[in-house]
Nanobody, 119 residues
Framework: VQLVESGGGLVQAGGSLRLSCVAS????????MGWYRQAPGKQRELVAS???????NYEDSVKGRFTISRENAKNTLYLQMNSLEPEDTAVYYC??????????????WGQGTQVTVSS
């Protein structure tokens, strides 16, 4: 199983980016999915999560600015980021809880995509 993120880059404050994460491999089912981020010198933190049924949860600082969504048929996760702030600068990681066989379920991580917001 592999998670591949895309969509990061350099943007000015107030701008927008859309991150994508595609899961591939021998996947039976994907449960919860989420986006995490890690800024230099800081711990990795949960930004937003979404259940297989579409229920969402957001870290307080991104509420109203970021929107997480998924397309289950395409095993794809998205993060629409609007009104970006320099404090949002970090490496963003995709995470997914994936069932690969009848008895195997574990979290998987993507390689990360850099988001840089200039002031």
């Amino acid at each position: 199983v592999q998670l591949v993120e895309s969509g990061g880059g350099l943007v000015q404050a107030g701008g927008s980016l859309r991150l994508s994460c595609v899961a591939s491999g021998r996947i039976i089912r994907i449960n919860d999915m989420g986006w995490y981020r890690q800024a230099p010198g800081k711990q990795r933190e949960l930004v937003a999560s979404i259940t297989s049924g579409g229920s969402t949860n957001y870290e307080d600082s991104v509420k109203g600015r970021f929107t997480i969504s998924r397309e289950n048929a395409k095993n794809t996760l998205y993060l629409q980021m609007n009104s970006l702030e320099p404090e949002d600068t970090a490496v963003y990681y995709c995470n997914a809880d994936i069932v690969t066989t009848a008895f195997t379920r574990r979290p998987y991580w993507g390689q990360g995509t850099q988001v840089t917001v200039s002031s």
